[in-house]
């Protein structure tokens, strides 16, 4: 015998979302950390310099906390599945340069020079203006896709941005390097790093278009597949006008960073060895033939290669000659390896670019290599998570902008730390986040913002599968 009974009635299947979780509650832990880590730092610098708690102690950890807590609301609110690392690793760098930037403007030996200013509140002021940035591009680009209809558009406007510096009664020549125009109320603005953020848009958008004819038509030559001289006609492009950057605005930094991050793209995009050989040769060529006759590149050349040099020259006032690079190699080995402490080093002496251009020679010092290792973990981070956004992402575009976005931060911090460190030739950028400057701050949160909505889109569950209205009720037979 057996008997028929009648299940529950189930007139909808439900599927659960398959993905990460939100992860929001860790970001915001982390960003605890991230407000309160630069807090004791601003305490420890003014207990070394005045013996007392700085008297803008509060303000300053209120205002930096306000400044996190709105860009986690944006991000729990308009990007709920990105990753929640970025966001508290911008905000510590962040933190951590405006303590410093505090610590030299306390300097006297910076106060007596000519057109001083203080900087810390002006650096404030560019990371409230980069919060807002940041949470404009999460606001307002709901799908990062939305990027790829602007594909050439977005080269013309990186192209113009490259181009503004050189016009005429708008265009700055600020030590040697004509990469900033000037900008009433605002100072000096440097457009080239807002045109990484652009021409990275623009080489995703062109590569995810040509990868096939880029990677598949080919010879192979010793090893390597050689691609067909007209497939070469975009990286003679983008070679040609990273050499045009270097000659006309004498900005070794911002070619090298350009032409390295459509490298990087072309490579992911293709996966052919060939292409890293190809731009390696090519930049090498460049670099030494511009630098044959152009005055500004041969003294960072010079610099470099024999800093001690430059010093003695520059200190008989022979004009043109800088001592920076060697102050700066003297202030790393003076901190040792766990420095001299914050607020006890004299990395006040390189002077007007202390607190730019040269800041990690200041973190060398006062935190000593165990910190300036540190520094570095952290960047390379924003550069890991940043490419493991682009491993996650579903569609190709965003996988190449991802790539490219990280690839771009990563070169910006290698030849930043290298010139200052006496690895390569000085260039004219900034370290990301740590180093005075509005546009760098600017373009930095917006590129974190970019990679956050990749990142949730990459991360979102997918959608639950509606259920089939026309679902009949299921029989359990039992025995």
């Known amino acids: 015998m057996s008997s028929t009974t009648n299940s529950p009635t189930h007139h909808t299947s439900t599927i659960g979302a398959i993905g990460a979780p939100s992860r929001r509650n860790t970001e915001l832990a982390m960003l605890v950390f ?10 420890n610098v003014g207990l070394a310099i005045n013996d007392s708690v700085p008297p803008g102690l509060l303000s300053y950890g209120c205002g930096l906390g306000l400044l996190a807590a709105i860009g986690h609301l944006v991000v729990r609110k308009f990007a709920p599945y990105a990753d929640p690392l970025l966001l508290p690793l911008a905000t510590l760098l962040n933190g951590l340069g405006l303590v410093l930037i505090w610590r030299l403007d306390q300097s006297k030996l910076l106060q007596s020079l000519p057109n001083y200013v203080q900087a810390a509140p002006r650096q404030l002021l560019y990371t409230a ?3 807002a940035m940041f949470s404009a591009v999460l606001i307002f680009l709901k799908d990062h896709r939305v990027l790829q209809r602007y594909t050439y558009i977005s080269m013309f406007a990186a192209l113009v941005l490259l181009l ?4 005429p009664g708008l265009g700055a020549n600020i030590y040697g390097a004509k990469i900033w125009i000037r900008v ?37 030559v010793m090893g390597l597949y050689l691609p067909r001289g007209r497939d070469l006609g975009p990286i003679i492009v983008v070679w040609g006008i990273s050499i045009l950057i270097l000659v006309f605005e004498t900005d070794l930094g911002t070619s090298l960073l350009f032409f390295g991050m459509f490298v990087i793209m072309l490579y992911v995009a293709t996966e052919r060895t060939s292409w890293i050989v190809f731009g390696l040769l090519m930049s090498a060529v460049g670099a030494v033939g511009v630098a044959s006759f152009e005055p500004h590149v041969q003294q960072r050349v010079q610099a470099w290669l024999n800093p001690l040099a430059e010093y003695k020259l520059s200190q008989k006032g022979v004009y043109g000659h800088s001592e920076q690079s060697m102050q700066a190699l003297w ?3 003076s901190g040792g390896t766990l420095g001299s402490g914050l607020g006890q080093g004299h990395s006040d002496l390189i002077r007007f670019a202390a607190n730019s251009d040269f800041i990690l020679a200041t973190f060398g010092e006062e935190l000593g290599l165990a910190g300036l290792m540190a520094i570095l973990l952290l960047y ?7 490419v493991r956004t682009a491993l996650a992402a579903r569609d190709p575009f965003g996988k190449l902008l991802a790539i490219g976005l990280s690839g771009a931060f990563a070169l910006q911090v290698f030849v930043v730390a290298g010139g200052v460190m006496g690895l390569i030739p000085l260039t004219g950028m900034t370290m990301p986040f740590l180093a005075y400057g509005g546009s760098s701050v600017l373009a930095n949160w917006a590129l974190i913002g970019i990679l956050i909505r990749i990142s949730d889109t990459a991360r979102r569950p997918a959608p639950t599968p509606a259920g089939n209205p026309d679902a009949e009720m299921t029989q359990v037979v039992r025995p």
Do not use: C, H, N, T
């Not at 991230?34 to 305490?43: G, Q, T």
């Not at 503004?164 to 016009?167: A, E, I, K, R, T």
């Not at 080239?192 to 062109?206: H, R």
């Not at 390379?380 to 940043?386: S, Y």
């Open 331 to 333: 202030a790393f080995g």
């Open 34 to 43: 991230a407000v309160v880590i630069p807090v004791f730092a601003y305490a």
């Open 380 to 386: 390379g981070l924003i550069v890991e998570r940043g």
């Open 129 to 131: 203006l980069g919060i």
């Open 184 to 220: 009433p109320g605002l100072g000096s603005l440097q457009p080239g790093e807002f045109a990484k953020i652009i021409l990275a848009i623009f080489f995703a958008g062109y590569l995810m278009v040509k990868r096939d004819a880029l990677a598949l038509a080919s010879r192979r």
């Open 164 to 167: 503004l510096p050189l016009v």
